[in-house]
């Protein structure tokens, strides 16, 4: 059973983040600076000594091995010298270790702060930039050998990922919270795009695979006007298909508040193939792989929820989210031109 932490409270955040800190640099002090906490962390700025670090906390109870995988992954990237961009370093304690098991079960680890801001995905410049940046990343990893296994099943595994997800279970959802009463003919929907996507995964398991970065959006980026700095969190890295993480890519630009989404799109594929040469297969189920992606994202959340650890506001939005999306792409085409 996952312990209860207080790590939603201010204080106790901050009390678990210096237990993390002394893990690593005991008795050093630490001022605190703001931070962000995503779904799946609890990330936070720190300073000490004249230098500045970003302490993470795991959201993701019980696997450690994923985290150590990460870490694997991000020490021999740390080590290739032809990366324009850099990754995250975390600090090694006196025992050897990149990561440690916090008091409340959770994982800890911290990294030395990388310079830049996030890049914007309305931005061309921006969007080509970071589909370069993507494809360089995969040139780099794809024959890459590690000892640890992958923790995450690829996309394409949809079906068997979330079997308990039933097709009754997700019409069920609208009863279950005032907030998605509302939502039913959309979870309907995502259902039925589900089972016909689910049947092209086949093809989709036949497609090139290799090691990706598995969530690499314009938030787990960093730039400093002029090119691409730095590529963070690489905490689902996983054996997938390659032209998934071009995907990923670009299900984070099909959003309401990007007015011209397909200039972007066109963008971060040109910059993507400009180091990837993705065959015609790939580029034919494209869409299905943007579908996958959609789908991934409703299903993790529609789990969460049904586990009681989102609100039923948190998987509303992501069912706006993800029923934007197969709007979108049923009137836009995201193939290249030719």
């Keep these: 059973m996952q312990q209860e932490s207080n790590v939603h409270t201010e204080s106790g955040r901050n009390e678990l983040l210096r237990e993390l800190w002394q893990r690593f640099r005991p008795n050093e002090p630490l001022e605190l600076t703001e931070g962000e906490s995503g779904m799946n962390n609890v990330t936070v700025m720190g300073s000490s000594g004249g230098e500045s670090f970003v302490l993470r906390v795991y959201n993701n109870y019980g696997n450690m091995e994923a985290v150590k995988l990460e870490h694997e992954m991000l020490d021999k990237l740390d080590k290739r010298s032809e990366l324009p961009f850099l990754v995250p370093r975390p600090l090694v304690n006196e025992a050897g270790e990149t990561v440690v098991e916090l008091s409340d ?41 590690l000892i640890g296994k992958p923790q995450y099943s690829p996309y394409y595994a949809l ?26 003919e959309a979870l309907a929907a995502i259902q039925l795009h589900r089972e016909a996507t689910e049947r092209q995964c086949p093809e989709v398991a036949a497609l090139p695979q290799q090691w990706i970065h598995g969530d690499l959006v314009f938030n787990n980026a960093l730039s400093d006007g002029s090119r691409i700095t730095g590529i963070l969190d690489f905490e689902f890295v996983t054996v997938d298909c390659r032209a998934m993480e071009l995907a990923v890519l670009i299900v984070d630009l099909i959003k309401p ?32 792989l943007i579908k996958l992606r959609l789908l991934d994202v409703a299903l993790h959340f529609a789990v969460r929820f049904s586990d009681g650890i989102d609100s039923g506001e948190v998987l509303a939005g992501i069912i706006d989210d993800t029923m934007y999306g197969l709007h979108w792409l049923e009137q836009h085409s995201v193939l290249p031109e030719g």
């Design 257 to 288: 508040w990007n007015r011209d989404a397909a200039a972007s799109i066109r963008a971060v594929i040109q910059g993507f193939t400009s180091q990837v040469s993705l065959n015609k297969e790939e580029l034919r189920l494209l869409p299905v």
């Design 159 to 184: 079906a068997d990922s979330y079997a308990a997800m039933t097709g009754e279970k997700m019409a069920a959802l609208s009863g279950a919270s005032p907030l998605l009463e509302g939502k039913g």
């Design 105 to 145: 079960g959770r994982a800890g680890a911290v990294f030395r702060y990388i310079e830049g801001a996030r890049p914007s995905g309305a931005s061309e410049r921006d969007a080509f930039q970071l589909g370069e940046a993507a494809g360089r990343l995969i040139n780099t990893i794809k024959d890459m050998e």
